[in-house]
């Protein structure tokens, strides 16, 4: 465990917690957090996580434009698109597999499930849908057993507080959602 690690585990769980809370400073910590990581996970050779990182940061800025200073007015998803999105995240992440068996990545099967998991979810988070957080619930028990294996032990650490946070978030933002349709 590192002072990067620490460092980057304190500002990554302000970061989530503010996303639950709906709060549109949580872009700047989400990038200032995956930034730290982006170099963790690569000395790790964790090549899709550290290339998750690069998008968080992208998404970083266009969830801070897109939210507005009042923050998330979270919706659902029509269910059909729902569908859509979960067979999206199978086909895709069957599909990036074998690139990350071919460069050599730690591990395969959950980072290509976890990257592609991650970015819908990131997505989903941009534009404000509250099914990103049980997205981000599965991402995050996947990613918990990958970085406990890797030996990233307050990562994983921090990966299980994103579950419980994910549950927060599903739940709150279930909420918001009942009330921005009835309003």
Same mark, same amino acid.
């Given at each position: 465990m590192s002072l990067l690690e620490i460092i980057?585990?304190?500002? @990554? &769980?302000?970061?989530?917690?503010?996303?639950?809370?709906?709060?549109?400073?949580?872009?700047?910590?989400w990038s200032a957090g995956s930034l730290l990581y982006?170099?963790?996970?690569l000395q790790?050779? /964790?090549?899709?996580?550290? @290339?998750?990182?690069?998008?968080f940061i992208l998404g970083g800025i266009w969830g801070w434009l897109g939210w507005g200073p009042k923050g998330a007015q979270p919706k659902k998803l029509k269910i059909n698109t729902r569908v859509m999105v979960i067979a999206a995240i199978t086909i895709s992440s069957f599909a990036?597999?074998?690139?990350?068996?071919?460069?050599?990545?730690?591990?395969?099967?959950i980072e290509s499930f976890g990257f592609v998991g991650s970015v819908t979810a990131q997505l989903l988070?941009?534009?404000?849908?509250? !099914?990103?957080w049980p997205i981000w619930l599965v991402v995050n028990i996947a /990613?918990?057993?990958? /970085?406990?294996?890797? !030996?990233?032990?307050?990562?994983?650490? &921090? /990966?299980?507080?994103?579950?419980?946070?994910?549950?927060?978030g599903w739940i709150r933002w279930k909420r918001e959602t009942i009330k921005n349709e009835l309003s």
């Open positions: 980057a585990f304190a500002i @990554s &769980l302000v970061a989530v917690i503010l996303g639950v809370l709906g709060s549109r400073i949580t872009w700047p910590w982006a170099y963790i996970f790790s050779m /964790y090549f899709a996580s550290a @290339s998750l990182q690069i998008i990036l597999w074998p690139i990350l068996v071919h460069v050599g990545a730690t591990s395969t099967v988070m941009i534009w404000q849908k509250f !099914e990103a /990613y918990t057993y990958q /970085y406990f294996t890797g !030996e990233l032990y307050l990562t994983s650490f &921090l /990966y299980v507080i994103f579950g419980f946070v994910a549950i927060w």
